[in-house]
Each structure stands twice: as C-alpha cells, then as structure tokens.
T-cell receptor, first 114, second 115 residues
Framework: EAGVVQSPRYKIIEKKQPVAFWCNPISGHNTLYWYLQNLGQGPELLIRYENEEAVDDSQLPKDRFSAERLKGVDSTLKIQPAELGDSAVYLC????????????FGPGTRLTVL | AQKVTQAQTEISVVEKEDVTLDCVYETRDTTYYLFWYKQPPSGELVFLIRRNSFDEQNEISGRYSWNFQKSTSSFNFTITASQVVDSAVYFCALSEANSGYALNFGKGTSLLVTP
C-alpha cells in the first residue's frame, strides 16, 4: 500500500513569490492534516480536513496561507506571498476514518525562502 | 501553553547503553491518545506507538518499552541496548477528542548513539 505522497520534496523561492505544496493521502483515509515543522521544533497543526471540509483551520495564517481539498482526496497548501519566516518543512498526514488512530506522515516539503 | 513537555533536548549515549526519554503531558480530556514518533536524519516521521488513556499497561516491543503513568501524566520511552541506528529525534505527542485528535507534539529529544 502506498504511503502519503507529497511533492515537491524541496522548494527554493524568493520572498514575495507564491508557492504550492501537494499531498495525496493514503487511499481511504478521510482525515488529512497539514503540519508545519520549524527547525528544532515539533510539528504544529495548520489545518485538518474531514473529507473535503476544513474542520479546524484556526492555526492557519489566513492572510497568506490557503488550502483546499477538492473531492476529499488530494490537498494543496498555498502560500502567497511567501516570507522569509515561512522557511520550514511542511508535512502532510492522513488517518483512517476512526480519526483517533495513527497518523501516517508523508516525507514533507522543505521550503527555503530567500 | 505547551501540552507536551519533553524536558531533555539532547541525549548522548554510548552504544549498548539503555536510555529513557521522558514525556509529560497535560490534558483535561478523559479520552486521549499518546504517541511516540521517530524522526531520523532523513526527516520522515516514523510511528512507534499509540496508547489510549484507558490502557495503562506498559508495552514492550523488542528493545523498545513504554511506561504510561496517568498519576504523573507521563509516557516515558526506554530503549534497551541502544544502537547507532537509534540516533534520531524522538517526539512525544498527544491527541485529544476535543481537538479532533490532531497531534500536539512536544519539542522533541535528539538522541545520539555513538559506537
């Protein structure tokens, strides 16, 4: 069974440019999460989806960040415009319909903003 | 407020030593889950264990063991006879019913095992 897929793995952009990250969860996993991991820190939740509905986006900086999960499968996280402080690893995770179970993480996208 | 505290930032041991990674959590939920994840230098988070709040039985899996104590709100992780391949950052995490079971991670403990 394929794991959580993320692309790209690495992205380098200049500040004020837009950037987008893509995530394909494990088949059948209704719940999808985006986390942000700064260097030397644990991941922090940005947004959680149940199917196509964003049920918790309280930690998403909505002035520059947006996310979508059309059709309740793949998800895209966008930053526009990017700032220097956005340099981090963006992790996607998915979990089974029970919700309280194990979350499977993708390899992450390492973003560097110059 | 930090809900998961991993007081040990870095630990260095010599191969074959036992090492315990501490985790203290804070929650008002009666239903919650505790996790440990390993993050090797490659960066991917690897699931190690999940415990629910109603199951305080300690667990052993090979060289790994976990001690869950609700009385002290702790969920400590012990590696017996450590190996160089155990070198990684280890994260303890809490998920609560009232937050949709999103993971709340500690800051991690960096473990270095030297030959």
């Amino acid at each position: 069974e394929a794991g959580v897929v993320q692309s790209p793995r690495y992205k380098i952009i200049e500040k004020k440019q837009p950037v987008a990250f893509w995530c394909n969860p494990i088949s059948g996993h209704n719940t999808l999460y985006w986390y942000l991991q700064n260097l030397g820190q644990g991941p922090e939740l940005l947004i959680r989806y149940e199917n196509e509905e964003a049920v918790d986006d309280s930690q998403l900086p909505k002035d520059r960040f947006s996310a979508e999960r059309l059709k309740g499968v793949d998800s895209t996280l966008k930053i526009q415009p990017a700032e220097l402080g956005d340099s981090a690893v963006y992790l996607c995770a998915s979990s089974s319909p029970r919700g309280s179970g194990e979350q499977f993480f993708g390899p992450g996208t390492r973003l560097t903003v110059l | 407020a930090q809900k998961v505290t991993q007081a040990q930032t870095e630990i260095s041991v010599v191969e074959k030593e036992d090492v315990t990674l501490d985790c203290v959590y804070e929650t008002r939920d009666t239903t919650y889950y505790l996790f440990w994840y390993k993050q090797p230098p490659s960066g991917e988070l690897v699931f190690l264990i999940r415990r629910n709040s109603f199951d305080e039985q300690n667990e052993i899996s090979g060289r790994y063991s976990w001690n869950f104590q609700k009385s002290t709100s702790s969920f400590n992780f012990t590696i017996t006879a450590s190996q160089v391949v155990d070198s990684a950052v280890y994260f303890c995490a809490l998920s609560e019913a009232n937050s949709g079971y999103a993971l709340n991670f500690g800051k991690g403990t960096s473990l270095l095992v030297t030959p």
